[in-house]
């Protein structure tokens, strides 16, 4: 008797965390890794956001919430994307779910039918193909070059659509290029989409405030009101406050969309942790100075990273305007060989080299389907950030 269903076949265990269960095993082993794998801020949770949870589970209520969030977490909600965005929804069009990842689950298990086609511009976040694959829908994946900014060109838009499609996947600040898409390029791809009112927009923003020097603005679907009725935005407090292990994000759409939303996360997960939602409401109204303070130390961070990444040999980055990755082209040193004689064949030979022999966790650019590419999550503290590339600079010199 098979006990795991054929469903699994046709998905993938997130690469990113199974590099940071690598990571985890070789720490507990002894080994000093440093951790450029996984996007999670190595930065303390703001102190008003600490203060407020605290003050809820001090209230003692270990009561369920609305399945959709709480009604003071939605206004939040409201109230930030009215003061952030310039955008306008009622409560009733906000749903909460349990990171933003279950948002984007619950909107691909809501509306797709077999045969319907969600286009991913790649390299794209590890989840969306597997999230479609596993709501029965089909994912197309668009390619995108280093030379292109990684960017999704409106032409080649237009060429994917087809009468099949059913979602657009954009994603700006994205994860793993860093790229960040200008006014420009939002207002082409835009005006494809106005051709093509069949196909609905998914605008991931969880890097919203990570921007570097006015690259273009955090929000894409606030640049497309015009496309608001079909649009759901997805964003979360994981990044703007280092909170990703506390699980909150939202998604804003129409009210149809959210109400089958909330039907499918009324039978997985129920409403999210209390805590952590009284906690986003603070993190969302309270002052905004501490997402300045987030942001301003992965700036400094960037800008270590971008000054080391130079001396590492066979390397070659692009801008990285946003998030916090940097989308290393690692196409020189496939064919090389290591100091034990191994050829390093793919992307991720040369990871688990750079992970076995100088310590250093990153993720090959395979788990985002652009190869071959490294991507350098410089989330951790710069005197580490420069070790890190000290380590990979002596082993990369090593290779013959
Ligand atoms: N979207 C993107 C592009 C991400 O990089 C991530 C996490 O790394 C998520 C969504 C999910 O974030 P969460 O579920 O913590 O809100």
């Not at 890794?33 to 605290?54: D, K, S, T, W, Y």
């Not at 790229?179 to 939002?186: C, G, K, W």
């Not at 923003?205 to 997805?234: C, M, N, W």
Request: one cysteine or more; hydrophobic letters at 45%.
């Amino acid at each position: 008797m098979a006990i795991v269903s054929s469903r699994l076949d046709r998905i993938n265990a997130s690469q990113t965390l199974s590099v940071a269960a690598r990571t985890a095993e070789l720490r507990r082993a002894g080994h000093d890794v440093i951790n450029l794998g996984l996007g999670e801020l190595e930065l303390p949770i703001p102190m008003h956001v600490r203060e407020a949870a605290a003050r809820s589970s001090m209230q003692g209520s270990g009561a369920s919430t609305p399945v959709p969030g709480t009604a003071a977490l939605r206004h939040a909600i409201v109230e930030k994307l009215q003061r952030d965005q310039d955008l306008d929804y009622a409560d009733e069009e906000i749903i909460v779910g349990t990171g933003s990842k279950q948002v984007i689950f619950n909107a691909m298990m809501a509306t797709l039918e077999p045969g319907n086609e969600v286009i991913i511009p790649a390299p794209y976040w590890v989840s969306y193909p597997d999230i479609v694959t596993m709501a029965g829908g089909k994912a197309v994946t668009v390619h995108t070059t280093f030379q292109q900014g990684f960017k999704l060109e409106a032409g080649a838009l237009e060429k994917a659509i087809t009468k099949n499609t059913k979602w657009l996947v954009l994603n700006s600040p994205n994860n793993p290029s860093g790229a960040v898409y200008t006014r420009e390029e939002i207002r082409q791809i835009g005006a494809v989409l106005a051709r093509h009112p069949h196909v609905l927009v998914l605008s991931d923003e969880i890097y919203e405030h990570f921007v570097y020097d006015d690259a273009g603005p955090g929000s894409l679907a606030a640049q497309l009101p015009e496309l608001k009725a079909r649009t759901l935005l997805v964003n979360g407090v994981s990044k703007s406050h280092a909170m990703i292990g506390w699980r909150v994000g939202y998604g804003a759409g129409p009210r149809e969309l959210v109400a089958a939303m909330s039907k499918v996360q009324s039978q997985v997960t129920s409403g999210t942790c209390t805590v952590a939602q009284e906690a986003a409401v603070e993190a969302l109204l309270g002052p905004q100075q501490s997402v300045a303070e987030v942001v301003g130390a992965i700036a400094t961070r960037r800008r270590v990273a971008l000054e080391e990444i130079v001396r590492v040999p066979g390397l070659r980055c692009a801008p990285a305007d946003g998030a916090f990755y940097l989308f290393a082209d690692c196409s020189d040193l496939i064919g090389k060989l290591t100091p034990d004689g191994a050829t390093l064949r793919t992307d991720g030979d040369v990871a688990d080299y750079l992970l076995s022999g100088a310590g250093v966790a990153v993720v090959p650019g395979a788990a985002f389907g652009t190869s071959p590419y490294l991507r350098i999550a410089y989330v951790c503290d710069e005197a580490r950030l420069r070790s890190a590339m000290g380590r990979m600079e002596r082993a990369l010199s090593a290779l013959r």
